[in-house]
């Protein structure tokens, strides 16, 4: 178990380790074997069977590279467990197939990753799970939308692409009043820029994809709470439907784990940077980013939000899509490429005709608010690694 006392930076490069051994290596080996040494006593053949303390024993079930990923996962965001999945997609489906079923409602933040918005919509209807989409922003709209048959609200804070912000101590109080567990998709934020567990959530969950890995070369997701709940995610979504991290994956993300607090500081430092020069420039419209006082929330990221990300979208006040076709054509460092948190910058346009057609169900004062935010589209900037003056430079003239 790692103390409590240290520090995100420390955590991040020794959580979950355990005590040291003489002779052991620093750096822990990859284990890839999918299958391990074990007794009729031990294991049984079913994942029925698992218990606690059981012994790896595939590694579909579990696995030493496994392992040490989830309890330095589990460490950082101060839950006492998490258990990881293939993917981030593959992590909230098994959310939510394991919390909800026939008759249950999911109330469903109306912005957030669109592959998330689609599952919901497009998916979980067709099992008998109702689906509603609320301004999650709102304490009130989420207290008047809970029904008897809410069991889980989900939100996303900042929510993908726009970065509107969720007031999670609040939205906690109004789900479990409810009778409702609360999850919380905190991939943008990380758990160097907050902890949702700590203001009342249930679930936190992380594509491992973005920051956490940081180097845009593995993919992976995980969910982070308590032990006993998360042993039925592992016994039913993850063990039966097959969604496991492979190890050398799990051996990537763990390994960029271990440069997060610097990466996240340097991460939010270009990020500022970019903000102050697109908030001025003639062609962008708006410019959204928590850490900016120009964000219309900027008061509750400051509440809540310890290192502001380094993702931030903008929207041009001329045609979006003509836009977007010539910084494709004119940018040189960053890349016209989707995803984000990589060492590299990358931007990439979103289309709101599109967004709203495909993955969001909004209308009337819904889709009002939604265009106010985004314009036509929003272009997400994910600010990477590289000196900020030559991003600002690369910018400019792809703008102009």
């Not at 750096?27 to 890839?32: E, F």
């Not at 074997?33 to 053949?45: I, K, L, N, R």
Request: some cysteine; aromatic content about 8%.
């Amino acid at each position: 178990m790692t103390d409590k006392t240290l520090g995100d930076a420390t955590i991040a490069i020794h959580g979950g380790e355990g005590r040291r051994v003489l002779g052991q290596p620093v750096a822990a080996p990859i284990v890839t074997a999918t299958s391990f040494f074990t007794h009729p006593d031990a294991a049984g053949f079913s994942a029925s069977d698992l218990k606690a303390n059981a012994p790896h024993f595939y590694t579909r079930w579990s696995n030493p590279t496994l392992a040490l990923l989830e309890g330095r996962l589990a460490a950082l965001e101060g839950g006492e467990a998490a258990v990881s999945f293939a993917s981030g997609m593959a992590a909230i489906a098994a959310l939510f197939l394991g919390r909800l079923g026939t008759g249950d409602h999911l109330l469903l933040s109306d912005v957030c990753y669109a592959g998330v918005a689609e599952f919901a919509h497009h998916t979980l209807p067709k099992l008998g799970i109702e689906v509603s989409a609320v301004d999650t922003s709102s304490p009130h709209a989420v207290s008047a939308a809970m029904r008897t048959n809410t069991r889980l609200v989900h939100i996303e804070t900042p929510a993908n692409p726009i970065l509107k912000l969720t007031d999670m101590a609040a939205i906690a109080q109004v789900a479990h009043a409810g009778g409702a567990e609360l999850s919380v998709d905190s991939t943008i934020a990380t758990p160097i820029g907050t902890k949702p567990l700590a203001f009342g959530a249930d679930y936190v969950c992380h594509s491992l994809t973005k920051y956490l890995c940081g180097h845009g070369d593995a993919l992976g997701g995980a969910i982070i709470g308590k032990a006993e709940l998360l042993a039925e995610l592992r016994k039913e979504q993850l063990i039966h439907m097959g969604g496991a991290l492979a190890p050398f994956s799990a051996y990537l993300i763990f390994r960029g784990m271990e440069t997060l607090a610097p990466r996240m500081a340097l991460h939010e430092a270009n990020a500022r940077k970019l903000e102050a020069f697109l908030a001025t420039h003639p062609k962008v419209r708006k410019v959204l980013w928590p850490g900016s006082a120009r964000h219309p929330q900027y008061e509750l990221a400051q509440r809540q939000m310890r290192n502001f990300s380094g993702l931030l979208s903008f929207s041009v006040r001329a045609d979006g899509q003509g836009m977007a076709r010539q910084l494709a054509e004119r940018l040189k460092l960053i890349s016209y490429a989707v995803s984000l948190g990589s060492t590299k910058s990358l931007c990439f346009f979103i289309p709101t005709d599109d967004i709203l057609k495909s993955s969001f169900r909004l209308d009337g004062t819904a889709e009002a608010k939604y265009r106010e935010w985004a314009g036509d589209g929003v272009f997400r900037l994910s600010a990477g690694l590289e000196d900020a003056e030559d991003l600002l430079a690369d910018l400019e003239q792809a703008l102009d």
